[in-house]
């Protein structure tokens, strides 16, 4: 929980930074010096990169190596995580592995491929305890809201709730790995607690569409999806991902991490906290489902 910095009892607090700035970086990092540095900073929407390519390269892709630099620069020691995702595996075929070859299909894919070998390079030419964490898709209740698990479970609360009646979306048949974030941010931790740096997929190695998700979320509402759910091309992506579905064996081997949370619950555990988020904010909530629902 946030406490007040002047309070004696504050163990977190934050500072100005950007990604875009090495300078401040190295400064930061300087002042500082942490123990471990997370980089799970990025413009991280896939739809959002064919829009805007050349910002999601230099921070999901340069942003890496800004990162990188400020900690060589600044002379510290300390373990660095990078946050690599499953999209780097883009169109090769499932499961995907440690040894799967990539095959980016958007600008976000390419800057993550990126960023990857960067920090695979830091670690080899400066020996520096440096990881990949290659995560597939990792949600909860404090999901952005423009990422289709929670695009549809806050629309389910609002549907059930009589303030909307439908939900326009794009492909339903992308086949995505759905995981719990609470326990792939455990899982990142214990990458940097390992004797040795070392890359690691984390996934539950679930199997299921879009069009399950729907179908889960709805029924989870007492809803038939069917009813309320229509197509818009504009969620649609220049080149897709179709089929995502992570093998985490080398996880549970070396770091003794396993998902607990599949699909179908993390999306009632969604379902529930939309609901429940709905009753508190009312009429201001709704406005924003609408707006972000025309964005993405
Ligand atoms: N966002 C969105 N909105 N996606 C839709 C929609 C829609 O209306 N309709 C269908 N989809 C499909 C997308 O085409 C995609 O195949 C799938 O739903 C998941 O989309 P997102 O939730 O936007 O996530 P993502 O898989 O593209 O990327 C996420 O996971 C990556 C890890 O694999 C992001 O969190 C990335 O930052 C992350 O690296």
């Known amino acids: 929980m946030y406490v007040d910095p002047h309070d004696p009892k504050a163990r977190l607090f934050l500072h100005y930074g950007d990604l875009s ?35 999601t390269a230099d921070t999901t892709g340069v942003g890496t190596i800004r990162l990188l630099e400020a900690v060589r620069m600044s002379g510290i020691e300390t373990k660095f995580y990078q946050a690599s995702s499953s999209e780097m595996f883009g169109a090769t075929p499932p499961p995907q592995n440690e040894d799967t070859p990539f095959y ?4 976000y894919g390419a800057a993550k491929v990126y960023s990857y070998w960067i920090t695979k390079n830091y670690r ?7 990881v990949n964490g290659i995560l597939f898709n990792h949600e909860s209740p ?4 423009t990422f289709v698990t929670r695009k549809i479970t806050r629309a389910v609360a609002a549907i059930k709730a009589g303030k909307q009646d439908l939900l326009y979306m794009g492909n339903l048949d992308a086949v995505r790995d759905w995981g719990y974030a609470a326990e792939y941010v455990e899982g990142m931790w ?33 809803l038939n999806w069917e009813n309320h759910v229509r197509f818009d091309e504009r969620y649609l992506r220049p080149t897709e991902v179709d089929a995502l579905v992570g093998d985490a ?26 609901i429940q988020a709905l009753k508190h904010a009312g009429n ?13």
């Not at 404090?142 to 809201?145: D, M, S, T, V």
């Open 249 to 274: 064996s080398k996880a549970q081997d070396k770091l003794g991490w396993k998902a607990s949370v599949h699909t179908p619950e993390l999306a009632r555990i969604m379902v529930d906290a939309d």
């Open 21 to 55: 700035d090495g300078a401040r970086l190295v400064t930061l990092l300087a002042e500082i010096k942490p123990d471990e540095v997370y980089n799970l900073a990025a413009q991280s929407h896939v739809r959002v990169s064919f829009d805007e390519p050349e910002h």
């Open 124 to 130: 080899e030419a400066y020996g520096m305890y440096a």
């Open 142 to 145: 404090r999901r952005g809201e």
């Open 104 to 107: 980016p299909r958007s600008p």
């Open 284 to 296: 201001h909530w709704i406005d924003s489902v609408n707006l972000d629902s025309w964005k993405n």
């Open 190 to 222: 214990r990458m940097l607690q390992a004797d040795e740096p070392d890359d690691f997929v984390l996934a539950t190695g679930g199997n299921y569409t879009v069009r399950d998700f729907l179908q889960i979320s709805f029924e989870h509402a007492g």
